[in-house]
Nanobody, 125 residues
C-alpha cells in the first residue's frame, strides 16, 4: 500500500509561483513513476506532468510546457511540482499519483495505482 499526501497549495496572485509537494509512504518509492494531475470545478481530471522512477524522463501536458517542472527526491520520498507564471485558469485541485506497474505511458489517470487527496490551488486575477 502506498499513501500520498500533497501539500503546498494555496491562494496566489496571477503571475506568482507555487511549489507543490507530495510525500509518499513506503520503502520502494524510488521504484514508482509519479505524476501530477489537476481537476477544475466542472471539468475532468487532466494530466499535468510525470516523472519516471529514475528521473531519466519527464512528461508534460503540451499546453503547460515551460511553466511546470516536475522533480523528485527519492531520499525524501517526495515528488514536487513547480508552477510558475500562474494563471487564473490554473485554479484546480492538484493530485499526485503513483504508478507501480510498467505502463506504456504516464499521461493517463488509468496508468496510476495510488492517489493523494489533493491540494487546492487558487489563482486570483
Amino acid at each position: 500500500q502506498v499513501q500520498l499526501v500533497e501539500s503546498g497549495g494555496g491562494l496566489v496572485q496571477a503571475g506568482g509561483s507555487l511549489r507543490l509537494s507530495c510525500a509518499a509512504s513506503g520503502r520502494t518509492f524510488s521504484r514508482y513513476a509519479m505524476g501530477w494531475f489537476r481537476q477544475a470545478p466542472g471539468k475532468e481530471r487532466e494530466f499535468v506532468a510525470a516523472i519516471t522512477w529514475n528521473t531519466i524522463a519527464t512528461y508534460y501536458a503540451d499546453s503547460e510546457k515551460g511553466r511546470f517542472t516536475i522533480s523528485r527526491d527519492n531520499s525524501k520520498n517526495t515528488v514536487y511540482l513547480q508552477i510558475d507564471s500562474l494563471k487564473p485558469e490554473d485554479t484546480a485541485v492538484y493530485y499526485c499519483a503513483a504508478s507501480v506497474r510498467t505502463v506504456s505511458s504516464l499521461t493517463k489517470a488509468g496508468d496510476y495505482d495510488y492517489w493523494g487527496q489533493g491540494t487546492q490551488v487558487t489563482v486570483s486575477s
